[in-house]
């Protein structure tokens, strides 16, 4: 893994979130519209405010396994970029009229089922957490009028795909050292793990995804979509000389 190249960038990238500004007229969203997404992105912001101690605990686990020397402080960098996103969200439902949320009942399950097995499933489901956000983020881009959210989604969706790049070269090298078999395997529980995760997020957003035109059955369906092009550069990546260098 090119530990340097993410440490430049999370270092480059993240004090932008900190600094994104829109105007700071009221919203111009009908009521029932604001209200629900107040409250959905109040979700979001939830789960964006943990602190990372499994993560980093891992990292510095397989920077000994791996010789990933910089990891940790890639790992690091991840967090307060994940953090970032929890502080710009937080300042986007005020500007919403919404208030920011202790607990939620997916978030809850979601961090449950987060610590079922290893450390490293646990990366995997920060994975499929991503996925599903790039959808819902690529949907307020498109979908909402209010120039603030907007921004708002416009940047994290930006943010989701470097990470989304970031977790797909951490998967090559750790799926290289598997055999065929196995990594078809992990591919399977993989689509069935994001696509039980994209119907519970599709579920208790449904009100927020409604009020923007998009059902949830569709929400779901380009949440598949999503899962299904990065498997496909994965496992390209995968066939490649460099990937099998890994196994060596």
Same mark, same amino acid.
């Given at each position: 893994?090119?530990?340097?190249?993410?440490?430049?960038?999370?270092?480059?990238?993240?004090?932008?979130?900190?600094?994104?500004?829109?105007?700071?007229?009221?919203?111009?969203?009908?009521?029932?519209?604001?209200?629900?997404?107040?409250?959905?992105? &109040?979700? #979001?912001? !939830? *789960?964006?405010? *943990?602190?990372?101690?499994?993560?980093?605990?891992?990292?510095?686990?397989?920077?000994?396994?791996?010789?990933?020397?910089?990891?940790?402080?890639?790992?690091?960098? #991840? /967090?307060?970029?994940? %953090?970032?996103?929890?502080?710009?969200?937080?300042?986007?439902?005020?500007?919403?009229?919404?208030?920011?949320?202790?607990?939620?009942?997916?978030?809850?399950?979601? +961090?449950?089922?987060? *610590? =079922?097995?290893?450390?490293?499933?646990? /990366?995997?489901?920060?994975?499929? $957490?991503?996925?599903?956000?790039?959808?819902?983020?690529?949907?307020?881009?498109?979908? @909402?009028?209010?120039?603030?959210?907007?921004?708002?989604?416009?940047?994290?969706?930006?943010?989701?795909?470097?990470?989304?790049?970031? %977790?797909?070269?951490?998967?090559?090298?750790?799926? &290289?050292?598997?055999?065929?078999?196995?990594?078809?395997?992990? =591919?399977?529980?993989?689509?069935?793990?994001? &696509?039980?995760?994209?119907?519970?997020?599709?579920?208790?957003?449904?009100? @927020? !995804?409604?009020?923007?035109?998009?059902?949830?059955?569709? #929400? @779901?369906? +380009?949440?598949? $979509?999503?899962?299904?092009? #990065? $498997? +496909?550069?994965?496992?390209?990546?995968?066939?490649?000389?460099?990937?099998?260098? @890994?196994?060596?």
């Amino acid at each position: 893994m090119n530990t340097r190249h993410w440490i430049q960038h999370f270092e480059q990238n993240t004090p932008l979130n900190d600094a994104l500004t829109w105007p700071e007229s009221a919203s111009p969203l009908a009521e029932v519209v604001r209200r629900a997404l107040a409250e959905s992105l &109040a979700v #979001f912001q !939830l *789960g964006e405010t *943990g602190g990372g101690t499994r993560l980093r605990r891992y990292a510095a686990g397989l920077a000994r396994e791996a010789g990933w020397g910089g990891y940790p402080r890639v790992v690091d960098r #991840f /967090i307060a970029e994940e %953090q970032s996103h929890a502080r710009l969200l937080a300042r986007l439902v005020a500007h919403l009229g919404g208030r920011l949320r202790q607990k939620q009942w997916s978030n809850g399950l979601f +961090r449950w089922v987060r *610590g =079922l097995a290893g450390l490293e499933f646990a /990366i995997q489901m920060l994975l499929t $957490a991503e996925l599903v956000a790039e959808v819902y983020y690529g949907t307020l881009f498109l979908r @909402c009028t209010d120039p603030a959210v907007r921004a708002v989604a416009g940047k994290i969706l930006r943010d989701e795909m470097q990470h989304l790049a970031f %977790q797909r070269e951490f998967l090559v090298e750790r799926l &290289a050292r598997l055999t065929p078999a196995a990594q078809r395997l992990w =591919l399977w529980q993989f689509a069935t793990v994001h &696509a039980l995760t994209a119907a519970a997020v599709a579920w208790d957003h449904r009100r @927020c !995804l409604r009020a923007l035109g998009v059902e949830p059955v569709e #929400f @779901c369906r +380009r949440a598949a $979509a999503a899962r299904a092009a #990065f $498997a +496909r550069r994965l496992e390209r990546l995968l066939a490649t000389p460099e990937a099998q260098a @890994c196994v060596s």
